[in-house]
C-alpha cells in the first residue's frame, strides 16, 4: 500500500511562486508514476503533469506548460510541483496521485491519492 502527502500549499500574489510537494510512503514507493491535479470550485478535475519512476518522462498540460515543472527525488521518496508566475486561475486544491508504469494526465488508473493542498492566488 502506498500513502501520498502533500504539503507546500498557501496564499500567494499574481506573479509569485510556490513549490509542492508530495511524500510518498510505502513498499516500492519510488516505482510509482506520480500525477499533480487541481480541482477548483465548479471545475472538473485537472491533470496537470506526471513524472514516470525513473523522472525522465514528464507530461503537462498546456495551461501550466512553461509555467510549472515537475521533478523527483527517489532518495526522498518525494515529488516536487515547482509553480512560478501564478494566476488567480490557479487558485484550487492540488493532489498527488500515483499509478504504474505509463505517465498520464488523465485520473484513470491513479488509485493512491494525497488529501489535497490548497493553493489560492490572489491580490
Known amino acids: 500500500q502506498l500513502m501520498l502527502v502533500e504539503s507546500g500549499g498557501g496564499l500567494v500574489q499574481p506573479g509569485e511562486s510556490l513549490r509542492l510537494s508530495c511524500a510518498a510512503s510505502g513498499s516500492t514507493s519510488d516505482h510509482y508514476v506520480i500525477g499533480w491535479f487541481r480541482q477548483a470550485p465548479g471545475k472538473e478535475r485537472e491533470g496537470l503533469s506526471c513524472i514516470g519512476s525513473s523522472g525522465s518522462s514528464t507530461i503537462y498540460a498546456d495551461s501550466v506548460k512553461g509555467r510549472f515543472t515537475i521533478s523527483r527525488d527517489n532518495a526522498k521518496n518525494t515529488v516536487f510541483l515547482q509553480m512560478n508566475s501564478l494566476k488567480p486561475e490557479d487558485t484550487a486544491v492540488y493532489y498527488c496521485?500515483?499509478?504504474?508504469?505509463?505517465?498520464?494526465?488523465?485520473?484513470?488508473?491513479?488509485?493512491?491519492w494525497g488529501q489535497g493542498t490548497q493553493v489560492t492566488v490572489s491580490s
Open positions: 496521485a500515483a499509478r504504474s508504469l505509463i505517465c498520464s494526465r488523465s485520473a484513470d488508473f491513479y488509485h493512491y
